[in-house]
């Protein structure tokens, strides 16, 4: 193991068995029944996977009317996962900042929706 990594490593095929693919925030809303502040957003992962919803924890960094359009990249291929009232379909990928709070990870130029992540 090296220095860059305490985490055991995994086979490139165990990695490529999560499906993580760039889409575009259509609609952002208040969670205001999730424990933490977050929010619910609508992503359109193009003709093949569709529209999918997630809940993300991203208040800190994000105001509401500044997500629509925005290019995210989430993981799609995870089972649905109940949280609270709501039922998110994809998980959203971001790193936190010094803080703690969550900072999106984005492709830095436009991309299809659908893209997979390679």
């Known amino acids: ?6 985490e055991p490593r995994i086979a490139f095929e165990d990695f ?3 499906d993580i693919r760039a889409g575009t925030i259509v609609s952002a809303e208040p969670f ?3 424990r933490k502040p977050a929010y619910r957003l609508a992503i359109d992962f ?3 996977i569709g529209v999918r919803k997630s809940s993300a924890q991203i208040t800190v960094h994000y105001a509401l009317d500044e997500l629509v359009g925005r290019q995210v990249m989430a993981v799609v291929n995870f089972p649905p996962r109940q ?3 709501f039922m998110s379909e994809v998980l959203t990928l971001g790193v936190p900042d010094e803080n703690g709070n969550v900072v999106l990870l984005n492709p830095s130029q436009a991309v299809p929706n659908g893209a997979r992540m390679f």
């Open 16 to 18: 490529l068995k999560v």
């Open 1 to 6: 193991m090296d220095s860059a990594s305490t």
């Open 32 to 34: 205001e029944k999730a």
């Open 46 to 48: 193009g003709p093949e």
């Open 83 to 85: 949280i609270g009232p």
